[in-house]
């Protein structure tokens, strides 16, 4: 009965052992992970496996790159031919802004063109605004195709009002991811050892708890990779079509000469109205008010010359005497 429980105890040491083992390699592998995303490029042998690092006393033996990036070969990070490398994980992104004479003939061609290179459609949307029709197109080029179709897409215009790309390289992430993947199976590995030898059931729940977090990292690695590699087959292009609207053909169609004309007599009507009330108003009010102001005028103006004092002729009312006289006057 003793013997079990003599068992259980090297067993639970060695879990021990093996976890911290676990945990040691999992941080050095994130360590070389991050040296890996540093040399992104780095050459790839036929098994996938990324080539191994160069020693710290073998930094010296690498050649030396030229000033502006070029290697001393002249490849310039290209293949030994000239050719462009195709080693590169590149994701392409872009969107156009298009003007057609035919909005639904354009989006009929354009689906076609976007079909023979081996994309799809990934979404879409229409709106109409009164005279204005556009149309959004989300498309899923293959990265082999992309130049010629925007240069198909771009045919179909009439007016190209703006266009932008992005290349973004991945080629560090997926490989990160890779690693990271590597060792967490490895991780599982272990854990489904040591599932099989433990004989106690507290240690084998603890087991199957760290397995199914494992995993659950696994899984979720390998759908961001799944995702990057999508990305990097088929590059995404927003593409938005409309139709050109001519002011000059907007004046015309909310011009209306009748309408002109109508407005024109309504507003000279309105204003003999205006001028034939203004009449009525003074002949009624305002012409007696002033009748009768000016009477009172009149009348005060009669009383006051009336009934006025006149000036008396007086002493003192004539001219002085001597005035006006030389020293012999008479």
């Given at each position: 009965?003793?013997?079990?429980?003599?068992?259980?105890?090297?067993?639970?040491?060695?879990?021990?052992?093996?976890?911290?083992?676990?945990?040691?390699?999992?941080?050095?592998?994130?360590?070389?992970?991050?040296?890996?995303?540093?040399?992104?490029?780095?050459?790839?042998?036929?098994?996938?496996?990324?080539?191994?690092?160069?020693?710290?006393?073998?930094?010296?033996?690498?050649?030396?790159?030229?000033?502006?990036?070029?290697?001393?070969?002249?490849?310039?990070?290209?293949?030994?031919?000239?050719?462009?490398?195709?080693?590169?994980?590149?994701?392409?992104?872009?969107?156009?802004?298009?003007?057609?004479?035919?909005?639904?003939?354009?989006?009929?061609?354009?689906?076609?063109?976007?079909?023979?290179?081996?994309?799809?459609?990934?979404?879409?949307?229409?709106?109409?605004?009164?005279?204005?029709?556009?149309?959004?197109?989300?498309?899923?080029?293959?990265?082999?195709?992309?130049?010629?179709?925007?240069?198909?897409?771009?045919?179909?215009?009439?007016?190209?009002?703006?266009?932008?790309?992005?290349?973004?390289?991945?080629?560090?992430?997926?490989?990160?991811?890779?690693?990271?993947?590597?060792?967490?199976?490895?991780?599982?590995?272990?854990?489904?050892?040591?599932?099989?030898?433990?004989?106690?059931?507290?240690?084998?729940?603890?087991?199957?708890?760290?397995?199914?977090?494992?995993?659950?990292?696994?899984?979720?690695?390998?759908?961001?990779?799944?995702?990057?590699?999508?990305?990097?087959?088929?590059?995404?292009?927003?593409?938005?079509?409309?139709?050109?609207?001519?002011?000059?053909?907007?004046?015309?169609?909310?011009?209306?000469?009748?309408?002109?004309?109508?407005?024109?007599?309504?507003?000279?009507?309105?204003?003999?109205?205006?001028?034939?009330?203004?009449?009525?108003?003074?002949?009624?009010?305002?012409?007696?008010?002033?009748?009768?102001?000016?009477?009172v005028v009149l009348v005060g103006r009669w009383v006051y010359r009336r009934y006025a004092p006149r000036a008396s002729g007086g002493p003192g009312s004539g001219p002085i005497p001597g005035w006006g006289e030389g020293p012999g006057g008479s």
């Amino acid at each position: 009965m003793g013997e079990p429980g003599r068992r259980s105890s090297p067993l639970r040491v060695s879990m021990l052992i093996l976890a911290a083992v676990a945990a040691i390699s999992v941080a050095a592998c994130g360590g070389a992970s991050s040296s890996i995303l540093s040399a992104v490029g780095a050459p790839v042998d036929d098994g996938g496996e990324v080539a191994p690092m160069p020693a710290a006393g073998e930094a010296s033996a690498a050649p030396a790159e030229a000033p502006g990036g070029v290697l001393p070969d002249g490849t310039g990070g290209q293949g030994t031919n000239g050719a462009p490398r195709d080693d590169l994980k590149i994701v392409y992104t872009g969107s156009l802004q298009l003007v057609v004479d035919d909005l639904q003939a354009a989006l009929a061609k354009a689906k076609t063109a976007v079909l023979a290179t081996g994309g799809y459609i990934g979404a879409s949307q229409e709106a109409n605004d009164g005279d204005r029709s556009l149309a959004t197109i989300t498309y899923r080029i293959p990265a082999t195709r992309w130049d010629g179709a925007i240069s198909d897409l771009r045919g179909l215009a009439t007016k190209v009002v703006s266009e932008q790309t992005q290349a973004t390289e991945v080629g560090g992430q997926i490989v990160d991811l890779e690693a990271r993947i590597r060792n967490l199976r490895a991780s599982e590995a272990s854990l489904q050892e040591i599932a099989k030898g433990t004989g106690k059931v507290t240690d084998l729940l603890e087991v199957e708890a760290q397995l199914t977090q494992v995993r659950g990292e696994i899984e979720q690695l390998e759908g961001q990779r799944a995702q990057l590699e999508d990305q990097v087959a088929y590059g995404t292009l927003v593409t938005t079509f409309g139709l050109e609207v001519v002011q000059v053909q907007q004046q015309a169609q909310g011009w209306d000469p009748k309408t002109d004309v109508d407005g024109a007599f309504a507003t000279l009507i309105a204003a003999g109205q205006t001028i034939v009330s203004g009449l009525i108003w003074f002949a009624i009010v305002w012409l007696p008010v002033l009748a009768v102001l000016l009477a009172v005028v009149l009348v005060g103006r009669w009383v006051y010359r009336r009934y006025a004092p006149r000036a008396s002729g007086g002493p003192g009312s004539g001219p002085i005497p001597g005035w006006g006289e030389g020293p012999g006057g008479s």
